[in-house]
């Protein structure tokens, strides 16, 4: 008879097996521009966090113990900066592939001047297997992640099952996982996935998504969306205790 603790890790096994076998992005090595090599030369002492395999002590990086919020693909980071200058008392760590990313985010922040956030440059989930600790993260935010909106594809979307099982090990009791999209379709799926995962309340009144929260920003591309009609879909749901 295998105990509990040896399922546990066949589980996380199995479930760290599959998310490598099929990765969410494409890694588009895009030229940096000289502001953006500038920042990641410069500013990554301050801001960078480096992938390790042992979870990162971040009451230490951040020097207090504070909620915490976790955004995956922040894109070029702007509207990142702009939460984490907005709620001073809250600590911000971004995750990113995409090098140009990164270096516009640096840029970003120390332009905005902004001394709560922390970025990673490398895959989301290795850096949530590996260098963040269980019940450790307040929020955790995914802003309008690649669709893959053909159906062959849609194996390739981030939220699946097995991702949300290791958010939900990496949230604190009560801790919020935050998407949004402009995919109707993809948020379908979200909300499908989401209100078959155990140990998750959906926020909704009526279990379906919510209006967009006053803490994510409205961007200049969703600004462009609303005016030509599109719709934008945002799913919050609390890990149960």
């Known amino acids: 008879m295998t105990d509990s603790t040896g399922q546990q890790q066949d589980q ?14 494409v890694l588009r090595e895009g030229r940096l521009t000289k502001g953006q090599q500038h920042a990641l030369d410069t500013y990554w002492v301050d801001y960078g966090l480096t992938y390790q395999a042992a979870p990162l002590q971040l009451a230490e990086i951040f020097g207090r113990e504070n909620h915490k919020v976790l955004e995956i693909g922040f894109g070029m980071g702007k509207s990142l900066v702009q939460m984490a200058k907005a709620a001073p008392e809250k600590d911000f760590i971004g995750i990113e592939v995409h090098r140009p990313g990164v270096g516009a985010c640096l840029s970003e922040a120390v332009a905005q001047q902004v001394k ?5 440059e490398h895959d989301a989930v290795e850096v949530l ?15 309008f992640p690649d669709p893959w909106h053909k159906k062959r594809h849609h194996k390739r979307r981030i939220v699946q099952s097995e991702f949300v099982q290791l958010l939900r090990r990496k949230l604190k009791p009560g801790g919020v996982f935050h998407m949004a999209t402009d995919w109707e379709n993809y948020a379908e799926h979200m909300l499908e996935v989401m209100l078959a995962a155990e140990g998750f309340t959906n926020l909704s009144a009526d279990n379906t998504y919510v209006e967009r929260p006053e803490q994510r920003p409205l961007t200049k591309f969703e600004q462009r969306g609303q005016r030509l009609g599109h719709g934008v879909w945002d799913l919050m749901f609390k890990k149960e205790s």
Do not use: C, P
């Not at 996380?12 to 992005?25: D, L, P, V």
């Not at 709560?116 to 990673?120: E, H």
């Open 116 to 120: 709560n956030l922390k970025v990673f």
């Open 129 to 143: 297997e590996h260098s963040i600790a269980d019940n450790s993260l307040d929020t955790v935010q995914l802003f």
């Open 12 to 25: 996380q096994a199995e479930t760290t097996t599959y998310m490598r076998r099929i990765r969410s992005f």
